[in-house]
């Protein structure tokens, strides 16, 4: 398992590209890579097919490039997260790490509990976020960016869910049970609750909304760390892993 760029993506189908040298992908070929012209480098198009790239010139300013996409890619995984929206930073590490697992969307919901401060972070404004999905997909070597949005208020995002699958809620205080004791079905609905935990209206509506409560264990998990656990065990029992 490598890390950075494993595959450099591409927003468009384009078969050729230039790149400025100041270009995180340009800096990436000649600095770590270290390809020559002539050398060749794994490429995709974002929500596209992979292929193969070549390093055609190498001037003061920029680069040239030969793109030629030929391996398509099959559908996300059928998992969706729903995170009570968390600081930048963890919520950084969600967006990143979420992605390379292929989670299928990422929904951050504006908790009861929350601080409302975090939706007009820069992470969100500026289309940080973004940037982030499309690093945690060069790490997978995978093209597929998932659905993502912010600020909505649970019970609208909890209207939208397909009707069929599983709905599992984390909650460390009121689960009677620990996700590997939860039956599993695709499509997967995950909800995690706010850093300051879930209101009383909150699991209510969970659970009218016939969401399971389980847990990860005895230990208090950080957000970033029980959504990485969470979508590896619930990959694994579903034959994703």
């Known amino acids: ?23 995180r992908r340009a800096r990436h070929l000649l600095g770590v890579l270290r390809r020559q012209v002539g050398g060749e480098f794994d490429a995709g198009v ?4 992979r292929g193969k790239g070549t390093l055609i010139a190498v001037r003061s300013d ?9 391996t398509p890619t099959p559908p996300l995984d059928p998992v969706t997260l729903l995170v009570g929206l968390p600081r ?3 919520a950084r590490d969600i ?11 990422l929904h951050f919901f504006s908790p009861e509990k929350g601080e409302a401060s975090y939706a007009r972070s820069s992470l969100w404004t500026s289309g940080e976020w973004r940037r982030l999905l499309v690093s945690g997909a060069e790490q997978a070597f995978d093209t597929r960016l998932p659905e993502v949005t912010h600020g909505r208020g649970l019970a609208e995002i909890v209207a939208q869910l397909p009707a069929h699958g599983s709905r599992i809620a984390f909650d460390n205080y009121e689960s009677p049970r620990p996700l590997s004791a939860t039956t599993v079905t695709a499509p997967v609905i995950l ?5 300051r935990g879930w209101s009383a209206g909150e699991r209510g ?9 389980a847990h990860l264990g005895t230990r208090v998990l950080r957000s970033e760390t029980a959504v990485i656990a969470a979508v590896s065990l619930v990959k694994t029992r579903l034959g994703l892993l």
């Open 46 to 49: 974002v929500n596209g097919p």
């Open 88 to 90: 930048p930073q963890t």
């Open 205 to 213: 509506l969970l659970r009218a909304k016939a969401f399971d409560f």
């Open 1 to 23: 398992m490598l890390g950075g760029v494993n595959l450099m993506l591409f927003e468009s189908a384009d078969t050729a590209a230039t790149l400025p040298r100041t270009d």
């Open 191 to 195: 909800a995690f609750g706010p850093e």
């Open 95 to 105: 967006l990143r790490e979420a992605t390379a697992l292929g989670v299928g969307a």
């Open 62 to 70: 920029e680069i040239d490039l030969e793109l030629a996409w030929s």
